[in-house]
Nanobody, 124 residues
């Protein structure tokens, strides 16, 4: 079981930027998928972005396309979510998740490992 630890959340004004990190312990394969999800109070967990660890495929939710960028550093076993032009509606707890076997895309149930979450609050 791979352990995931997120960091980088915080409070930012609308229009600002944050970079979230997701450090993974244990081996990740080129075909593995790392995803980012978010959950606002009273709402279901929703897909944000995902990346194959090889970098061959990247997926974004329509709501974040052009503003968020997902990436990974293989040497550091760490994934990132760069969030620019943040809006109040981006406020949520952000989670990273990992599917070691590469089948996952945008469904939470496809991921086997989850981090503890990090709070992102965007003020207007």
């Amino acid at each position: 079981q791979v352990q995931l630890v997120e960091s980088g959340g915080g409070l930012v004004q609308a229009g600002g930027s944050l970079r979230l990190s997701c450090a993974a312990s244990g081996r990740i394969f080129d075909h593995s998928t790392m995803g980012w999800f978010r959950q606002a109070p009273g709402k279901e967990r929703e897909f944000v972005a995902a990346i194959r660890w090889s970098g061959s495929s990247i997926y974004y939710a329509d709501s974040v396309k052009g503003r968020f960028t997902i990436s990974r550093d293989n040497a550091k076993n760490t994934g990132y979510l760069q969030m620019n032009s943040l809006k109040p509606e981006d406020t949520a707890v952000y989670y990273c998740a990992l599917d070691l076997w590469g089948r996952a895309t945008d469904a939470p149930g496809e991921y086997g490992s989850w981090g503890q979450g990090t709070q992102v609050t965007v003020s207007s």
